[in-house]
T-cell receptor, first 110, second 113 residues
Framework: DAKTTQPNSMESNEEEPVHLPCNHS???????IHWYRQLPSQGPEYVIH???SNVNNRMASLAIAEDRKSSTLILHRATLRDAAVYYC???????????FGKGTKLSVKP | DVKVTQSSRYLVKRTGEKVFLECVQD?????MFWYRQDPGLGLRLIYF???????EKGDIPEGYSVSREKKERFSLILESASTNQTSMYLC????????????FGDGTRLSIL
């Protein structure tokens, strides 16, 4: 299964944009790139996913490199509620399960 | 919005007990999953179901079984609970195919004494 590499932690100021990087150099042609986040004592929450083209939704944007070996999750204006662990995941195990790494812990300062 | 509901947020059981964890989803999803989450180990797949009465073992099925009698409900059973099964248990559901996002419940924190 292809793996991802993310920084352990990042800091941001409230109301500023945040760019969370992810490297996935062994991605296969059919792997989708998923982003989830998890707040303490809650289950993971789906954020966004894409295959080749950049994607936007109400929560975030996903920028995918042309060679697909890296991607960036963009939160346009960080709020205190965005403080969480963010996981970049490739879909998935052979059974469709998500293989979570350690993720990036995002701290947001007021 | 998709809602995945797990029957308990916190549960305390004794060694040797048979434990049932229930999960219900309201979006007619074909796929349902049971994971456990432990510090430093991330999420690990226990069992997966892609249809009613269909199931597949995940990475760590030993000591667990599952039941899916109805499309919306997926139960995880600890046949004889042991202390090493103390963990956070997470249920998820998704549409086919595997590229579709999964929607998680809030988890059940299970302690086996």
């Amino acid at each position: 299964d292809a793996k991802t590499t993310q920084p352990n932690s990042m800091e941001s100021n409230e109301e500023e944009p945040v760019h969370l990087p992810c490297n996935h150099s062994t991605i296969s042609g059919t792997d989708y790139i998923h982003w989830y986040r998890q707040l303490p004592s809650q289950g993971p929450e789906y954020v966004i996913h894409g295959l080749t083209s950049n994607v936007n939704n109400r929560m975030a944007s996903l920028a995918i490199a042309e060679d697909r070996k890296s991607s960036t999750l963009i939160l346009h204006r960080a709020t205190l509620r965005d403080a969480a662990v963010y996981y970049c995941i490739l879909s998935g195990g052979s059974q469709g399960n998500l293989i979570f790494g350690k993720g990036t812990k995002l701290s947001v300062k007021p | 919005d998709v809602k995945v509901t797990q029957s308990s947020r916190y549960l305390v059981k004794r060694t040797g007990e048979k434990v049932f964890l229930e999960c219900v989803q309201d979006m007619d999803h074909e796929n349902m999953f049971w994971y456990r989450q432990d510090p430093g180990l991330g999420l690990r797949l226990i069992y997966f179901s892609y249809d009613v009465k269909m199931k597949e073992k995940g990475d760590i099925p030993e000591g667990y079984s599952v039941s899916r009698e109805k499309k919306e409900r997926f139960s995880l059973i600890l046949e004889s609970a042991s202390t090493n099964q103390t963990s956070m248990y997470l249920c998820a559901s998704s549409r086919r195919p595997r590229s579709q996002p999964q929607h998680f419940g809030d988890g059940t924190r299970l302690s086996i004494l």
